[in-house]
């Protein structure tokens, strides 16, 4: 079990509110998350390198920190395509850590791209400190020169520490979702796979809906019978995840008052009654859930327990093999979770961020009768001004190569093209018009 929280502790000291302070500088070994997240198995972690191993004589390295929704497309987990490290965007790209990880050579031989999954706001937390995240086996080497976040900051935050400077830019670069994953064990799993409505997912994540017998799952289905007595195992994360921020702002969105436990990136289990108020970016969830650290830990409690289901990213949940549950959108139509259905919730969004150097897209309830509901977009932080001028000239090419209209340059082999491999991984690519904005805007105020 985990340990008791003082909510009221929690609320004040919890850094992801952006009251930064400076983290560990003294880090005797670090990581570099080549293919590895936090709480991976051992033949993961097998993939890393160690951060103390230097560049390529006449390569800049430049690293990074953030969340793990991303971790398979940057640099990979797993070790079978499409999910292994060969192939990745920064491996493909930059110089692969190791260089065997090219696929065949990089696209530009002068950068190498290095980094740590950690989660949101621990890389956001890297990012305006400046300092690497503390050594709890998946982190980088100074200079710090960009994260990852899928809750996007808010403009308020200020550069506390370290030798870039200027206004922080910025631009998401892929769209995901957060699948239910379920295990079919013990259950009679229809052609189409299990389709719950929104009222039917809402009651499995508030703790009403305790066994797949229950009668709203069998109207959902056409009157079939998905167990005739099999309680339902809800699998959540303990750590802060943006997987657990996306589903909770859904929740929301769709229900309102009706969803009491919060929104946010946290946590925790409470019997009995719900916190009033709430704790900041926290999620409430029953104290019968199960709970695992890290989109993998989450994937293996699932894929080992009978009856299970629980909430992970779409690539985590390809790699892993999982079956997801088919959602009712806002529409009330059933779409299987797939790179298409994830990139239709994202059709006509538009920037909702009034700064020139930010760009944020607001899509908690898509409305388009094609498009899977549970949807984030995941954003990338950069400096206004490097200190190096070969980390802004290799952020800015490898920007215009993930993002190109149509990809820049054009790849030799549809392998290196930066939308297939997206897509192979169970991503979808932003809409062109939000790529040419992204594009723009680091061209513009990324500067050495």
């Given at each position: 079990m985990e340990p008791e929280i003082n909510?009221?502790?929690?609320?004040?000291?919890?850094y992801r509110d952006r009251q930064l302070t400076c983290l560990a500088s003294s880090i005797s070994v670090l990581v570099i998350a080549t293919g590895f997240v936090v709480g991976q198995s051992a033949t993961h972690k097998s993939l890393a390198q160690t951060a103390t191993t230097p560049a390529p004589a006449g390569v800049t390295s430049i690293n990074g920190a953030g969340g793990g929704s991303i971790n398979t497309l940057f640099v990979g987990t797993g070790t079978t395509s499409p999910y292994a490290p060969q192939g990745s965007w920064f491996n493909t790209y930059g110089v692969g850590n190791p260089k065997t990880l090219n696929p065949p050579g990089a696209v530009n031989p002068l950068v190498t791209f290095r980094y740590a999954s950690i989660n949101s706001s621990a890389g956001v937390t890297a990012f305006f400190t400046q300092t690497p995240p503390p050594a709890t086996g998946a982190t980088i080497n100074p200079p710090v020169s960009f994260a990852d976040s899928?809750?996007?900051i808010t403009g308020t935050e200020k550069l506390s520490a370290g030798p870039n400077t200027g206004i922080p830019i910025q631009v998401p670069v892929i769209t995901y979702g957060v699948a239910l994953a379920y295990n079919p064990t013990g259950l009679n799993v229809p052609a189409g796979g299990i389709k719950l409505s929104r009222a039917t997912y809402l009651g499995i994540l508030n703790g009403?809906?305790?066994?797949?017998?229950?009668?709203?799952?069998?109207?959902?289905?056409?009157?079939?019978?998905?167990?005739?007595?099999?309680?339902i195992v809800v699998v959540r994360r303990s750590d802060n995840s943006a997987n657990t921020f996306t589903l909770s702002s859904n929740l929301?969105?769709?229900?309102?008052?009706?969803?009491?436990?919060?929104?946010?990136?946290?946590?925790?289990?409470q019997a009995g009654a719900i916190p009033n108020p709430l704790p900041a970016n926290t999620v409430v969830w029953p104290a019968s859930f199960q709970f695992a650290s890290g989109s993998k830990g989450v994937a293996t409690k699932i894929k080992t327990t009978a009856g299970a289901i629980g909430y992970v990213d779409n690539s985590t949940r390809l790699a892993n093999g999982l079956q997801a549950a088919v959602l009712q959108n806002k529409a009330g139509t059933y779409n299987p979770i797939s790179p298409t259905s994830i990139g239709n919730a994202f059709v006509g969004a538009t920037d909702q961020d009034a700064s020139p150097r930010r760009i944020k897209l607001v899509v908690t309830d898509p409305t388009a009768a094609n498009a899977y509901p549970l949807v984030s977009a995941s954003y990338v932080l950069f400096y206004g001004k490097?200190?190096?001028?070969?980390?802004?000239?290799?952020?800015?090419?490898?920007?215009?190569?993930?993002?190109?209209?149509p990809p820049v340059p054009a790849p030799a082999n549809v392998t290196t093209n930066p939308n297939n491999i997206a897509i192979a991984r169970g991503y979808a690519p932003l809409p062109d018009a939000i790529k040419k904005q992204a594009t723009t805007l680091v061209n513009t105020y990324v500067t050495p």
């Open positions: 909510l009221k502790e929690l609320d004040m000291a919890f899928d809750d996007p009403t809906i305790t066994n797949w017998n229950d009668p709203k799952i069998k109207a959902d289905n056409g009157g079939a019978i998905i167990a005739v007595n099999k309680p929301k969105a769709v229900f309102g008052a009706t969803w009491n436990r919060g929104v946010g990136e946290i946590s925790i289990a490097y200190a190096d001028a070969n980390v802004a000239t290799g952020i800015k090419g490898f920007i215009n190569w993930a993002l190109g209209v």
